[in-house]
C-alpha cells in the first residue's frame, strides 16, 4: 500500500488543540521530506508544515506558532500537534511527500473547529 493512511481528526472548539498521525509505508517516508497538507471545502489543496529528513521544519504562515510537525522514522509516522485552533483550521487533512507524490494521497482526516 502506497497511500498514507491518516487519523487524529475530530470536533475541536475554538482555541482547542487536536493532534494528528499520519502512517506511511517506507516507500513514501524514507529518507525523504515529509508534509501535512489540508483541504477546505471549495479550496485548493495547501500546504500547512513541512518536516526534512533530519528533522528541519517549516511552517505556513497561517499556522506558524500553533502548530508542530514532527516525525519518528523507526516507525515511518509523522504527527501534526495542533493548538489553538481557529474556525478557518477546519478542514481535510493529508500526509504526503514535499513536494506531494500524486499516488500517495490517503484519504486524509477531518478537522472540523466550532463552537
Known amino acids: 500500500q502506497v497511500q498514507p493512511v491518516e487519523s487524529g481528526g475530530g470536533l475541536a472548539q475554538p482555541g482547542g488543540s487536536l493532534r494528528l498521525s499520519c502512517e506511511a509505508s517506507?516507500?513514501?517516508?524514507?529518507?525523504?521530506?515529509m508534509a501535512w497538507y489540508r483541504q477546505a471545502p471549495g479550496k485548493e489543496i495547501e500546504l500547512v508544515a513541512v518536516?526534512?529528513?533530519?528533522?528541519?521544519?517549516n511552517y505556513a504562515d497561517f499556522v506558524r506558532g500553533r502548530f508542530t510537525i514532527s516525525r519518528d522514522n523507526a516507525k515511518n509516522t509523522v504527527s501534526l500537534q495542533m493548538n489553538s485552533l481557529k474556525p478557518e483550521d477546519t478542514a481535510v487533512y493529508y500526509c504526503n511527500r514535499a513536494p506531494p507524490r500524486s499516488d500517495a494521497w490517503g484519504q486524509g482526516t477531518q478537522v472540523t473547529v466550532s463552537s
Open positions: 518536516i526534512l529528513g533530519g528533522g528541519n521544519t
Open positions: 517506507a516507500t513514501i517516508y524514507y529518507q525523504n521530506a
